[in-house]
C-alpha cells in the first residue's frame, strides 16, 4: 500500500518562473492538503482540496493555485516565483472525516535562485 | 488568525534525561494532533488528543491535553538517541484544517 507520493523531490527554479509540483494521496484518502515548511519552521497551511475543489486557504497568495483531479491526486503551481518562496512543500492527505489523522509525502524541496 | 506556540524552541538533554515541550493555542481546539519530525524527513503522526484533560501513553512518551483544549504538552521519559527529532503540535478548531506549532527541536547527547 503506497503512502502519499510527491514529484519532483528536489526542483531549482529562477525567480518569475512558474512551478507545478504533484501529489498522489495514500490509498483510500481523499482529502489532500499543502503545506510550506521553511528551514527551521513547521508546517504553514497553504490549502486544502476535497471533491475536487479548494475548501479551505491558508494565509497565501494568490499566485499559489493547485488542482484535484477524479483520482484525488493533486497539483500545486506557483506562479512569479520569489526568493521566499523556496521551501520544502508537503502534502498531506487523509480520509473522510475532520477528525482524522494526515499522512505526510516525503515533500519537494524547491530552491528559488 | 489561529496561532499555536511551542515552547522551547530547542532543547538539548542528555541521553537518559527527561524532555517536555508544551503547546499553546490563541483559540479553543476541537482537537490536537502531535507529528515527529526526523532531520530531513517529513512529519510523522504520533497521536492525536481529543477530550478536555485527556491524557495518552505511548511507552515512554506522554501526551496531555488541557482541560481548557488550548494547551497540550509532550513528555518523553528516558530520552534515547532515537528520540532526535522535531516535535511538533497541530491543532484544529471545528472543521479547519490543522495548524501546526513552531516546534520543539530535540537534541540528544549520548
Known amino acids: 500500500d503506497a503512502g502519499v507520493t510527491q514529484s519532483p523531490t528536489h526542483l531549482i527554479k529562477t525567480r518569475g518562473q512558474q512551478v507545478t509540483l504533484r501529489c498522489s494521496p495514500k490509498?483510500?484518502?481523499?482529502?489532500v492538503s499543502w503545506y510550506q515548511q521553511a528551514l527551521g519552521q513547521g508546517p504553514q497551511f497553504i490549502f486544502q482540496y476535497y471533491e475536487e475543489e479548494e475548501r479551505q486557504r491558508g494565509n497565501f497568495p494568490d499566485r499559489f493555485s493547485g488542482h484535484q483531479f477524479p483520482n484525488y491526486s493533486s497539483e500545486l503551481n506557483v506562479n512569479a516565483l520569489l526568493l521566499g518562496d523556496s521551501a520544502l512543500y508537503l502534502c498531506?492527505?487523509?480520509?473522510?472525516?475532520?477528525?482524522?489523522?494526515?499522512?505526510f509525502g516525503q515533500g519537494t524541496r524547491l530552491t528559488v535562485v | 488568525g489561529q496561532q499555536v506556540m511551542q515552547i522551547p524552541q530547542y532543547q538539548h538533554v542528555q541521553e537518559g534525561e527527561d524532555f517536555t515541550t508544551y503547546c499553546n493555542s490563541s483559540t479553543t481546539l476541537s482537537n490536537i494532533q502531535w507529528y515527529k519530525q526526523r532531520p530531513g524527513g517529513h512529519p510523522v503522526f504520533l497521536i492525536q488528543l481529543v477530550k478536555s484533560g485527556e491524557v495518552k501513553k505511548q511507552k515512554r512518551l506522554t501526551f496531555q491535553f488541557g482541560e481548557a483544549k488550548k494547551n497540550s504538552s509532550l513528555h518523553i521519559t528516558a530520552t534515547q538517541t532515537t528520540d532526535v527529532g522535531t516535535y511538533f503540535c497541530?491543532?484544529?478548531?471545528?472543521?479547519?484544517?490543522?495548524?501546526f506549532g513552531t516546534g520543539t527541536r530535540l537534541t540528544v547527547i549520548p
Open positions: 497541530a491543532g484544529r478548531a471545528g472543521a479547519n484544517n490543522l495548524f
Open positions: 490509498s483510500g484518502h481523499d482529502t
Open positions: 498531506a492527505s487523509r480520509g473522510r472525516g475532520w477528525v482524522t489523522e494526515a499522512f
